[in-house]
C-alpha cells in the first residue's frame, strides 16, 4: 500500500513538495542513552505543569508512580500539558511488561522504541 500510495505522489511527495529529511542525529543527547545517563538527563529536567495537572487530576501522580515502580523503568514523567504519562525503561522487553501491566489495571497503554536508541 505504501509502495503504490508514494507512486500516487511521485517522488516529490504531497502537493510537489520534497519529502522531509531524515530526523538529525544529536549526539549528544543520543550518547546519553549509550551510557546510561537517562536518570541525570531527566534530573537535570523537569515539567513545570506536572505538579499543577499532579493536584488537579491524581491519576496523573498514579501513573507516574506506577511507571516508576515497574522493573527496569528509568524516571517516568508527564508530557506536556498532562494528556500522557511515560517513562524510559533499560530494555524493549521492560517497556513491554510495563505496557501491558499498566493495561491490566485498565489504562490505555503502548510500548515503542526511541529513534536511534538501540535497546535491545
Given at each position: 500500500?505504501?509502495?503504490?500510495?508514494?507512486?500516487?505522489?511521485?517522488?516529490?511527495?504531497?502537493?510537489?513538495?520534497?519529502?522531509?529529511?531524515p530526523p538529525p542525529a544529536d549526539p549528544p543527547f543520543t550518547a546519553l542513552?549509550?551510557?546510561?545517563?537517562?536518570?541525570?538527563?531527566?534530573?537535570?529536567?523537569?515539567?513545570?505543569?506536572?505538579?499543577?495537572?499532579?493536584?488537579?487530576?491524581?491519576?496523573?501522580?498514579?501513573?507516574i508512580a506506577a511507571l516508576s515502580a515497574a522493573p527496569g523503568a528509568l524516571?517516568?514523567?508527564?508530557?506536556?500539558?498532562?494528556?500522557?504519562?511515560?517513562?524510559?525503561?533499560?530494555?524493549?522487553?521492560?517497556?513491554?511488561?510495563?505496557?501491558?501491566?499498566?493495561?491490566?489495571?485498565?489504562?490505555?497503554?503502548?510500548?515503542?522504541?526511541?529513534?536511534?536508541?538501540?535497546?535491545?
Open positions: 500500500r505504501r509502495a503504490r500510495a508514494r507512486g500516487a505522489l511521485g517522488s516529490r511527495g504531497c502537493g510537489g513538495a520534497p519529502p522531509p529529511p542513552f549509550g551510557i546510561g545517563a537517562v536518570r541525570s538527563l531527566f534530573a537535570a529536567t523537569r515539567n513545570d505543569l506536572e505538579p499543577y495537572a499532579a493536584a488537579r487530576e491524581p491519576s496523573v501522580r498514579r501513573a524516571p517516568a514523567r508527564m508530557s506536556g500539558s498532562g494528556a500522557t504519562v511515560f517513562a524510559l525503561f533499560s530494555s524493549r522487553v521492560g517497556a513491554a511488561r510495563a505496557a501491558r501491566a499498566m493495561r491490566a489495571r485498565g489504562w490505555w497503554s503502548m510500548d515503542a522504541s526511541l529513534y536511534g536508541a538501540g535497546a535491545p
